[in-house]
């Protein structure tokens, strides 16, 4: 479906129709989190990074101008959220984006974001 149909769709629902279709408080709980990630700034400069390699905590804290324990913490809340996933290799231990529906829709809207922010110079 088109995008414009698919407004027009959504149109012709009445109110009534959309509140009994509309997902559970808990969904909308859920959604809001994820927002809540990428509106702290430095957890959005994680993920922007972690979008696109593999790092340690040392690695991504030189990279934003922090402290590890400060990455880390961070880490620890896009973790629990299901966003970014980590894997030990020897004593390190090595964050990436997830791979879930919900990390990639984030990397894509990152992505579009910061496209649309930082148009390239051939623009």
């Known amino acids: 479906m088109d995008e414009e149909r698919a407004r027009e769709h959504h149109k012709m629902a009445s ?3 959309l509140a009994e279709k509309m997902p559970k408080e808990e969904s909308f709980g859920q959604v ?3 927002f809540q ?6 957890r959005l400069r994680i993920l922007w990074l972690l979008c696109h390699t593999t790092a340690s905590v040392g690695a991504i804290a030189r990279a934003v101008g922090m402290s590890d324990s400060a990455v880390s913490h961070h880490l620890r809340v896009l973790r629990a959220d ?6 030990r290799s020897g004593k390190e231990v090595y964050y990436t984006l997830a791979a879930s529906d919900k990390a990639r829709l984030l ?4 992505d579009a974001m910061f496209e649309i922010a930082c148009p390239s110079e051939d623009d």
């Open 15 to 17: 109110i009534e129709e």
């Open 32 to 34: 809001a989190s994820v």
């Open 107 to 110: 990397h894509r809207t990152i």
């Open 82 to 87: 299901g966003l970014v996933s980590a894997k």
């Open 37 to 42: 990630q990428i509106s702290d700034c430095t």
